[in-house]
């Protein structure tokens, strides 16, 4: 009895392209038309923030055609590719609506439209799905476009215009630069301590730095990496950006990722970028911020972020025992019998790189997939 791959995305690609290499079988399910839905609709500036030798998928490196740093429409031909090479074909607009134990130990997966019985499921449906859209204080008063960074494209709309992007996380921080590159007025609104890190580092990429230190102790690592911040960055807190209390290294840990800089911090330096306090409330055409200023605004765009939206297919028990409080799953598999055979990958998002990180959890998922192919009584 095959796998079952919820998510035709980096996370699902890599996922099939282990157990084909494993030869184990295995179906794909998509609920868009495409691979790599996510990745086809992103901003157009997207380019990856780690380095291509350390984020190809399992199996198959990109082209040497390609620069350091791939940009979005390179990846989407890059997963298009992939899938080729594996041939993995996805069965498209499967809309996954629950997940269920039956009782001979196999699990029911149900879409919108079909029901499939597997033995065992990969859900990997993405870290970031489900786009998290805040209702800000006072927002229906105001007579501006309101977005989420979902719906941004580029910053040509906005020329000559106030544009207000809250959060500074790193979509956040690059939608910043790229509404000053298409000559907007970007202003960014931070309401903690923002951890910043260089993409690059006295010219050289920062990952693989980040992936040799992550072989030793967490202390050390921690020390190495605070003092590189130190150095390359600096002391952000009189720029409106605060002081973070741990290392990069240390938050990352713990699920919150720091800022990769690929030059907002320059720009809000040299005071082209503005940094202003949390929102107090909007008003028709203008935001109170925390600290009192009253600024207008024509847009304000929500970096805030997205959720995985697992808890729209597991039930309320399952959820209970695989979620953390985030929600996201504990672990890439269980061991107890009631959640044997089902697997998360591409939920954790180490310093050393998201997609880095696919390849090593998805590995270990196919062996263990090999090492128990057998019908769960």
Not at 43 to 69: C, E, G, I, N, W
Not at 183 to 200: L, M
Not at 306 to 315: A, I, M
Request: charged share 20%; net charge neutral.
């Amino acid at each position: 009895m095959s796998t079952l791959i919820i998510g035709a995305g980096p996370a699902g690609l890599a996922m099939a392209g282990q157990l084909a290499q494993l030869n184990q079988p295995f179906t794909v399910l998509e609920a868009s038309e495409y691979i790599g839905f996510a990745w086809r609709n992103h901003y157009d500036r997207l380019h990856l923030h780690t380095v291509k030798a350390y984020s190809q998928l399992p199996h198959f490196p990109y082209p040497a055609s390609y620069p350091t740093y791939v940009t979005r429409l390179q990846v989407v031909e890059y997963l298009e590719r992939y899938a080729e090479q594996f041939n993995i074909r996805p069965l498209f607009n499967q809309k996954v609506t629950a997940i269920s134990r039956n009782a001979d130990g196999t699990w029911q997966v149900q879409t919108e439209t079909d029901s499939f019985t597997a033995e065992r499921v990969v859900v990997a449906t993405g870290y970031n799905r489900i786009p998290n859209v805040p209702e800000l204080p006072g927002q229906r008063n105001f007579r501006g476009i309101i977005w989420h960074s979902h719906e941004y494209r580029n910053g040509a709309p906005f020329r000559d215009e106030n544009a207000l992007v809250v959060g500074m996380g790193n979509t956040g921080a690059e939608l910043a630069l790229d509404l000053l590159e298409h000559g907007a007025h970007p202003f960014i609104s931070v309401r903690g301590p923002v951890n910043i890190i260089r993409r690059d580092v006295f010219g050289k990429p920062a990952q693989p730095m980040a992936i040799f230190l992550s072989k030793f102790p967490n202390w050390f690592y921690d020390f190495v990496a605070g003092l590189s911040q130190k150095f390359s960055v600096g002391d952000v807190s009189v720029y409106g950006l605060g002081k973070p209390a741990h290392p990069p290294s240390y938050d990352t840990r713990r699920g919150k990722i720091p800022v990769i800089d690929i030059g907002t911090l320059d720009q809000i330096k040299a005071g082209r970028i503005t940094v202003v306090p949390g929102i107090d409330r909007l008003n028709a055409k203008t935001v109170t911020f925390t600290d009192g200023r009253e600024l207008p605004f024509d847009v304000i765009i929500l970096a805030t972020g997205y959720r995985p939206g697992l808890t729209s297919f597991l039930n309320p028990t399952l959820t209970a025992r695989i979620l953390n409080d985030n929600g996201y799953p504990k672990h890439l598999w269980f061991n107890e019998d009631a959640l044997r055979g089902l697997y998360f990958l591409g939920y954790t998002t180490p310093l050393t790189g998201i997609i880095y990180n696919l390849t090593i959890d998805s590995d270990r998922i196919a062996r263990h997939i090999a090492q128990n192919n057998f019908v769960s009584a």
